[in-house]
């Protein structure tokens, strides 16, 4: 099996960034700051690959060779950090302007269906030459 992304760089940069944004702005507070406290700072780091990836098995035990999408998330509490990282997976899922194909050994790789995420599908499938369009 391999796998494909596309993205819409430009623009799925920004609406990573304002994801982020989000995430940082509706951190709610954990049982460990008291009410006068300020909402703590939390500190991310996204990346989402594009591009071909082929699963396989790495000699490097520690090398991952088909990770899609790495979030680190700091906080003062790790409440905080769950909860961001978990918030920033789902709306990169729904909003950013990437999309994944796959196909599998023995597939023709033309008759692969581009598969998107479904608020982003509406918007930009017209955009795309014919045989790129997400389905």
Not at 4 to 26: E, H
Not at 35 to 53: D, K, M, N, Y
Request: proline letters at 6%; hydrophobic letters at 40%; charged letters at 25%.
């Amino acid at each position: 099996m391999s796998e494909s992304r596309l993205a819409y760089t430009k623009l799925a940069l920004n609406t990573m960034g304002q994801i982020v944004k989000d995430a940082q702005q509706m951190i709610l507070r954990s049982e460990h700051h008291a009410p006068s406290q300020e909402i703590p700072v939390l500190r991310v780091a996204l990346h989402h690959r594009i591009g071909t990836v082929v699963p396989g098995v790495s000699p490097d035990p520690y090398r991952l060779t088909s990770v899609d999408l790495v979030i680190a998330v700091s906080s003062p509490h790790r409440k905080e950090a769950f909860h961001a990282c978990e918030f920033i997976l789902e709306e990169v899922k729904r909003r950013a302007q990437i999309w994944k194909r796959e196909y599998y050994e023995g597939e023709n790789e033309n008759e692969a269906e581009w598969k998107s995420n479904a608020w982003w599908a509406l918007s930009f499938t017209l955009l795309l030459p014919s045989n790129r369009r997400p389905r």
